[in-house]
């Protein structure tokens, strides 16, 4: 499997174009962030000591949340490149199983996945120390590093579902379009969540990589929630967590951060069933 793996790797890293566009709509963020958003975010905090450092953090977090299943999905594209010219056809027709096949491309789509998320975290924390912000403590760091392992296997496993689906190159291209923008979207990256209609927070607090994007949010603004709400009321913090999407709320009460743990991986054992399923169908 190794040397799939360290094929499909190679077809990925060699092609600038496919990196590129994997990371296309971390960068689309960041512009707007830079451009505008951040300047917005700034000001509905208000006039307090570490307001910037929070909403730097708040958007960071937010990429690094979104940034394993855009670049899983990119990926993936050696599935459709195989397609394209036959050779998934070649390997099926080989001695290697099936299964070893399929996991040579969930196996590397996670390496891919997990390079350059750490790449965006590391220039994350990059962008708020240079804006005045700090660095994470130590605990923090192994915490979101646990994180975007859990998150990495996730996307892997999701996107080689979603993309042995897919046809043609043509299908595949628009569904990364669509996928990127709605992930930023439903991750309340582009509009915080708290200022979405209820019916559809409904529909983001059904979507696992939201819940993603919560408990990274809740580890990356930690230290600067400390300083922006020193000596404030805890129902204030808490309604900034709600309104931003550090937090869900169901009903009156707001949604423990191990549930979320919990649903996220609910997800990965349900997607890797499913899968199991699709390549054992094309073995038979």
Known sequence: MRYLVKRNLMIFFRDKGSVFYSLLSVIIIVGLYILFLGDLMVKGVGD??????????????????????????????????????????????????????????????????????????????????????????????????????????????????????????????????????????????????????????????????????LLMRRIMMEQAEQIVFAGAKPELMEAFRVELGSAFRAGDKLINPVYSILYVCAFIVVFFILSLIRIRKKED
């Not at 394209?84 to 299964?99: M, V």
Request: hydrophobic fraction near 55%; aromatic fraction near 12%.
């Open 48 to 213: 307090v000591a570490g307001a910037r450092f929070l909403m730097d953090s708040w958007i960071m977090a937010g990429l690094v949340s979104v940034t394993p299943f855009t670049t899983a999905l990119g990926g993936m594209s050696s599935i459709i490149i195989d397609k394209k010219y036959g050779l998934y056809k070649d390997f099926a027709a080989s001695p290697l199983k099936r299964s070893v096949i399929a996991g040579s491309y969930i196996v590397s789509g996670f390496f891919i996945s997990l390079i350059l998320t750490l790449l965006t975290f590391i220039l994350g924390e990059v962008y708020i120390v240079v804006y005045g912000g700090k660095l994470l403590a130590a605990a923090a760091v192994l915490k979101t590093l646990l994180m975007i392992l859990l998150t990495t296997a996730t996307s892997s496993i999701l996107m080689f579902y979603l993309v042995t689906s897919f046809k043609s190159i043509n299908a595949y291209s628009a569904a990364s379009t669509v996928i990127g923008t709605l992930i930023g979207f439903l991750t309340g990256i582009y509009i915080p969540i708290g200022n979405l209609p209820e019916a559809v927070q409904t529909v983001i607090k059904l979507f696992p990589p939201s819940h993603v994007a």
